[in-house]
DNA sequence: GATGAATGAGCTTTCATTCAT
DNA sequence: CATGAATGAAAGCTCATTCAT
């Protein structure tokens, strides 16, 4: 659900000791600083997963002193809040995408298509890192919040175009999503992507949640 | 997916220093000793989660001495795939269950409903060891496979189920074990189980099981 | 203030890990190394004060592993607290003796020379230990609330002498104590116990207590 | 005993670097960059005491680079070393004081007042920082001596006035000192100066040191 | 001279594991 | 066999100090 944020959302961006007179010349590279952790943490955290994650190694991955990663971060779990920060901010960028787009929308192929195909997008670019995110790691409950909001959002958005075709758009909408979300995560998470009949598998399940859309439609027509 | 696995695939269950000329009150109690503490490891796993998981606390709880637990789990690892191997048996308990009574399964809604029921029953009876051996613990790859092969069977039972109903049974067992599975998963570990509707999401998600079965059905019909 | 508490009142001589069947042969190693602790502990801050207390050197000088240090220690500050209460625990039995033997005091020199003699007695015994406590080392409150308690109990028990004989025990006894515990802190600490002239000082001092008690006896006769 | 010190003995204010061909106002700007950063130092000692004293703390509240501060003082100790000498200057003004006035005092009275009030003064001003530098915080030798010369410089003080009245006059004006530094000081700093009766207190130290003192005259009239 | 990002030694604490009793 | 005291590697984090800009 996620990439790096922008970063005017993003807090531990500002170093604990504040600063007077920030000049720019500096901030390029506390910046720099700053990405080369997260990405090294990223990296880490995907290739490891969380037990290989400890705040040495990171700032080591980074090319970094470990003082230098707590002069960015309060603490361990500041880093890794800020990790998922940063994929799940790729994630409402494709729900505000997919908010611009909904108006055109008219077939239900086309919404079950987008929802699959998202929801691809989103495991497909990092499937360890999302595992790690999603399940190994502790995550702060801001951040944990801030993905259920996402998952709302999503599920609200579906609701919205479904309010107009069927009995009850909330419920409805809440299985499409999780049907999607948690079959996509499954295939994508079991086996490191090492899927077979990935395609297939996706036709099907667009097949089937196409089935379940239409059945409701039809039902609210009566 | 998983009770209590038998002795005989559990390897630390026999005591590192072989005993010589000792037999049955012994056994007994060594028996009972390797029971408390898989289920001093199980309940703290069960409350705290992976980070309370210490191979100390497990001892205390047990009321048994942490050379003791030593005694019959080579290092942490072995400790945690005995649970998780207990955890998994109940799964395969259930699947053997569920074999013998395929035969008498002749309608679509039969399969679904004992799909739907057996992933419900195997999630609610532990959601958070459940949640704690299925994502946050670091299994062997010996008891991945076996909770993989077990999903496989579920899988082959549902597709054996469908063989002579549809054209490619394989993919379609597949899609609705996984479906099912991913998804009664997700209601039952996000929010520690205090989903609303958890009623009507089960209702329409056999709803949803039907139509693509019906519709895969009546595909191989012409 | 202050030597080696009585175990019954050491609460952090228990282990965190609470131990089921505690055996005697057992308890004696435990002892030991609690006791090399706490002593090794005392002796650092007596050579190097507070900059030098570390739970690492405390440890190694102990002749133990850190590990051990915090199976009997929460923390360092539990360690730091427990090496007070030692202290204190000398300071409340000279204390304790004193109000046993209060009733056979009659004469005010009797008294001044009781007062002089146990301060001397208590920071002679270990001057730096004495100044790294009761100065440098941040102290719990717990700690420091029983330094107080004591400090009152030696101000109750003069003004409890006092109070046939002058008007304002309480304000007196104050004076009387504080005095000779500043007075004799500052000799004892300041220049590590290299005082000159200190028997003459000592002797000086007495004089003026005693000179101060026998006013306040005659303007409370009057 | 103690305010800020004369530029001259302060070696750290002068910059590292020397300076060429720059004059006046860069000296301005160093002298109140200097100011600023033992100013800081003092509230963050005063308010947080020597655990909250950290170079860092103290630039940033200084609004003061760390970099600029450590063109000032070459090290910690040298900075906490300049405050303290800061402190002792205010004590050695009131020392230089008393001396011009000795000569105007003819009663006993007027010395013990004198001296008590002058300590009182000393506490008074800053307790918190006051505790802080004459316990908490590790000084060098040179401050330390400093200070001890001070206190002799005081004590000398009193002995020169009780030369032509008592036989012995440096050990009188010793136990004077040493009481009335001691005494005030243990007021002042227990409870943070939260104490009771605190003038009661004060009548009585000053009545009990005046019959100390007019004792130690009348012993050696004879 | 001033800045503040960067450094890294050093400190506290945890916990899997061993081994003498 | 059972015990639990002891171990020590490893991890999180701080802060005095440096140095490129």
Known sequence: MFSYSDPRTRSPMTPKRPKRGVRQARQVRAQSTVKAILEAGARILAEGGWPAFNTNAVAMRAGVSIGSLYEYFENKQALIDAIADG???????????????????????????????????????????????????????????????????????????????????????????????????????EDDGRLVHAERLAFELKSMLGLYLRDLISRSDD
């Open 87 to 189: 994929h799940l901010a790729a994630g409402e960028a494709l729900l505000a995408e997919g908010a611009a787009r909904l108006g055109n929308i008219t077939h239900n192929a086309e919404l079950i298509t987008a929802l699959v195909e998202s929801a691809v997008m989103l495991h497909a670019r990092e499937p360890r890192l999302h595992r790690a995110l999603s399940s190994e790691v502790p995550l702060s409950s801001k951040v944990r919040e801030r993905a259920e909001r996402l998952r709302q959002g999503l599920t609200g958005l579906v609701a919205q175009w479904l309010a107009s075709r069927v009995a009850e758009p909330r419920i409805a909408a809440q299985l499409l999503v999780d049907t999607t979300d948690a079959v996509v995560h499954r295939w994508w998470t």
